[in-house]
């Protein structure tokens, strides 16, 4: 399949649940049309998540994940959270930057511009200077107006019932 002839900027933000479900499932059926996607986590590298254990199983589908497998919650965030996050976003600019790749997922990224890891400013340039083809797609609560404004598509996931309220844990294969 050819490249894509316009690629949107698609932010999936809010306090609900399926920000980064949603991503995958773009990419699922991206791979399954021939295009070709990478996804970068911010903040979720050394987490034991369901979907790292079939991304190499599918064609035209890359993964990397950057973190040291712990929450990141505290302001400032520490030395090694920045420095992953801007790893994690220098792989970001030259994947987007090449055009080799239809679809770029930042899955996360905007957690990172609230926590301080990555400017905001950086991630506009980055959409700003995007190829036309490549569809970007940023994930994470606390979307920056910023970036809503820069985007061509925002859904906002918004809680309303969780069972995580009720004392659930985490399931794997649902929540992880």
């Known amino acids: 399949m050819s490249k894509l002839e316009k690629g949107f900027v698609q932010v999936y933000t809010g306090n609900g649940k399926g920000k980064t479900s949603a ?7 991206a791979v399954g049309r021939g295009l070709k996607v990478f996804i970068i986590q911010f903040i979720k590298g050394g987490f034991d998540y369901g ?3 079939v991304v190499d199983k599918l064609p035209n589908l890359t993964l990397k994940a950057f973190g040291r497998g712990k929450f990141v919650t505290e302001k400032p965030a520490s030395r090694e959270d920045v420095k992953l ?3 994690a976003f220098a792989l970001a600019q030259k994947v987007v930057k090449s055009g080799e790749y239809d679809i770029v997922i930042l899955d996360e990224i905007n957690v ?3 926590l301080e890891l990555i400017k905001t400013e950086k991630v506009l340039k980055l959409i ?4 036309k083809h490549v569809e970007l797609v940023l994930t994470g609560r606390y979307a920056p107006k910023e970036i ?4 061509d598509l925002v859904t906002e996931m918004q809680e309303v019932k969780h069972p995580f309220n009720s004392g659930y ?7 992880h």
Not at 23 to 29: D, K, N, T
Not at 169 to 175: D, L, S, T
Request: no cysteine; proline share 3%.
């Open 23 to 29: 991503a995958f499932g773009l990419a699922l059926r």
């Open 51 to 53: 979907e790292l254990y």
């Open 85 to 87: 996050a801007e790893e």
């Open 112 to 114: 990172a511009i609230e």
């Open 128 to 131: 700003k200077n995007k190829p």
């Open 148 to 151: 809503v404004e820069a985007a």
């Open 169 to 175: 844990e985490a399931r794997k294969g649902i929540e």
